[in-house]
């Protein structure tokens, strides 16, 4: 646990350092099938799903993040009760701050999620299936 402004989130940086071997080791295969277009369906809907489970377990991490918001800006807003202008400033950055290593991860998770589709669309000139399937 960490506490940030008197309130207690819990500290998941050795979480988020296994996400990122992970991003990495997807990232990886990636970077193999756009060298040799050699990515298919099984091995999209594999690296989609690695990718999205990543990004579900991102948002678990994240909860007690969103969760201290409230008390965190009652907290800034009473240590600068003269000032409301500069208590919502300090807060939201505080509030960014505090977000800002899973928003990074998250947004890996969307980048390759996009790579992947542009890979597949560029090998196969079509949407890949998981998409025609849920639609």
């Keep these: 646990m960490q506490v940030i402004e ?15 071997d992970l991003l990495e080791t997807i990232k990886f295969k990636y970077k193999q099938h756009e060298v040799f277009k050699t990515l298919n369906d099984n ?4 690296l989609y799903g690695e990718t999205m489970r990543i990004l579900y377990r991102l948002g678990e991490l994240s909860t007690p993040a969103f969760e201290i918001a409230d008390k965190l800006e009652i907290s800034y807003y009473r240590m600068y009760k003269h000032s409301p202008q500069l208590a919502k400033k300090l807060w939201l950055l505080k509030y960014h701050e505090i977000h800002k290593s899973y928003n990074l991860y998250k947004n890996r998770c969307y980048t390759l999620l996009d790579q992947l589709d542009e890979l597949y669309e560029e090998i196969y000139d079509c949407t890949p299936k998981i998409f025609v399937e849920d639609m």
């Design 43 to 46: 091995e999209y809907e594999t």
């Design 6 to 20: 008197g309130i207690e989130i819990p500290n998941h940086a050795i979480e988020l350092e296994k996400i990122n």
